[in-house]
Structure formats: structure tokens, C-alpha cells
């Protein structure tokens, strides 16, 4: 019965079931007190009398904003379809991170000389060995 019930999920109750109707009571209170703790019942009567006001304009701006978004999810997919990584051996990965890291290092007072993380005989012998 339980796996039943795992796969079909509970039957909806009525609202008017007294089985129910004080679960779905403190459940109508709650989400007004949320709704109204945040304002969101302001908020949305708000839009209902601008689109009440307003309908062509509404749907428009409700409209627009959903081709723009279809618009930009196809865009994006595109681009991710079209993404062709360069293929690259580890040498040359490697080589990149080095070549980075020398290059956006933050830089060091000159003065500095004898700190113990400036080397400067490292790099060349990797240069020396490449």
C-alpha cells in the first residue's frame, strides 16, 4: 500500500471535507499572514488595477518580457551549442597556467630582495629547459 501511495501520491482533499477543513483553514491563515507580512497582497493588488486599467499595455509588457526571455534562452543555447573547445595537449595547458601566473603576479617591491619567495633563477631555468 505504501509504495501505492508513494507512486500515486494522497488524493486531494475537498476543502469543504470536515476531515480536512481545519488543516485547510490554519493553512488559508498562514499564507495570509505571510502575504501580508511581506505585502505581497499590496503588491499584487497593485498590478491587478494597473492591468485592469491599462489591459493592451499589460499584455504587452507581459508578452515582451516572455519573447525576450525565449529569445535570450535560444541565444544562449546556441552559443553553447557552437562552443568548440580548442583541443590541447597537458604540456600546452600547463604551459598556459605558468605563462599566466608570471604574467599576473602581483608585483613586488624591487627593494624587497631578500624575500624568500622571490626567485627570479626559477624562471629562467624554465625557460632554459623549454
Known amino acids: 500500500m505504501k509504495f501505492k501511495k508513494i ?3 494522497e488524493e486531494v482533499p475537498d476543502k469543504d471535507d470536515p476531515k480536512y477543513k481545519e488543516r485547510y483553514e490554519k493553512d488559508v491563515a498562514a499564507g495570509k499572514t505571510f502575504a501580508q507580512t ?3 497582497d499590496k503588491g499584487a493588488a497593485c498590478v491587478q488595477r494597473f492591468a485592469s486599467r491599462h489591459t493592451k499595455l499589460f499584455l504587452a509588457l507581459v508578452f515582451s518580457f516572455v519573447l525576450f526571455s525565449v529569445g535570450l534562452s535560444l541565444y544562449r543555447m546556441t552559443q553553447a551549442v ?4 580548442q583541443p590541447s595537449s597537458a604540456v600546452e595547458r600547463q604551459e598556459q597556467q605558468l605563462h599566466f601566473k608570471r604574467h ?3 608585483q613586488q617591491p624591487e ?3 631578500d624575500n624568500i619567495n622571490n626567485h627570479p633563477h626559477q624562471t629562467d631555468e624554465y625557460e632554459a629547459f623549454r
Do not use: I, S
Request: charge should be positive.
Open 82 to 85: 557552437k562552443y568548440r573547445p
Open 38 to 40: 511581506l505585502k505581497l
Open 111 to 113: 627593494n624587497d630582495k
Open 7 to 9: 507512486l500515486f501520491g
Open 104 to 106: 599576473h603576479a602581483p
